[in-house]
């Protein structure tokens, strides 16, 4: 059973458009949750983070909005630029001061053109 | 900034072969260590969890009998691939904890080919 999924799969937005990547989990004992973006031949990076204590998150051009009681969360990128092309995962983690192991989604593939 | 090497890139091995990999924490002290593998299709899989000073710990379908993993001290890890097969292809990611704010920094990856 995948305890972290991601929506869509791929996702295509034109430049200065807002893009939105969700996310769900499974585990209600999931309290940290980091985006990671890859681009192609790369590690992933930490984006950005949040933790259960939160609902939001914001920064720059990139918010997360986080709902406990649906377990789920939605990563939104507004004035999407060409760079911003890249995968973007999800992760979710159990940890109160040191963070646990990470389990991931499978990705979602976001292309912006200009 | 917080920075993870691995090495090599990339690399091939001859089927039944074994290949080593290394990982460095550049910055930071990492308190613990995630090797993962990705797959062609992107998706993660936890190989192992490495804290130093405590047992290192498997996931399912991964033993130290076939990945065998170092962790001397805070800033150094490695992990071997022993007798690699086709389905040992992948991209191995090194994930280290940082242990002033715990977040993970990820290195590039070593990309196995094996053939």
């Known amino acids: 059973q995948q305890q972290v999924r991601q929506s869509p799969q791929s996702l295509t937005v034109w430049e200065g458009e807002t893009a939105i990547l969700n996310c769900s989990y499974e585990?209600?004992?999931?309290?940290?949750f980091p985006w990671y973006q890859q681009f192609p031949g790369e590690g992933p990076a930490l984006l950005i983070s949040i933790r259960s204590v939160s609902d939001k998150k914001e920064d720059g051009r990139f918010t997360i909005f986080f709902n406990k009681r649906e377990k789920k969360l939605s990563l939104h990128i507004t004035d999407s630029q060409p760079g911003d092309s890249a995968t973007y995962f999800c992760?979710?983690?159990?940890?109160?001061?040191?963070?646990?192991?990470?389990?991931f989604g499978r990705g979602t593939r976001l292309q912006v053109y200009a | 900034g917080a920075l993870v090497y691995q090495y090599p890139r990339r690399t091939i091995c001859k089927s039944g072969t074994s290949m080593r990999m290394e990982c460095q924490a550049v910055g930071f002290q990492a308190t613990s260590v995630a090797w993962y593998r990705q797959s062609p299709q992107k998706t993660f899989e936890l190989i192992a969890l490495?804290?130093?000073?405590?047992?290192?710990?498997?996931e399912q379908n991964f033993t130290q009998e076939k990945f065998p993993i170092s962790h001397p001290n805070l800033s150094f890890s490695s992990m071997t691939v022993l007798n690699a097969y086709l389905e040992d292809r992948g991209l191995y990611l090194c994930?280290?904890?940082?242990?002033?704010?715990?977040?993970?920094?990820f290195g590039s990856g070593t990309r196995l080919l094996v053939i």
């Open positions: 490495s804290t130093v000073n405590s047992a290192i710990k498997y």
């Open positions: 585990d209600s004992t999931f309290n940290y």
């Open positions: 994930g280290a904890r940082n242990i002033a704010n715990s977040d993970y920094t």
């Open positions: 992760a979710a983690s159990v940890g109160t001061q040191v963070v646990g192991q990470l389990t």
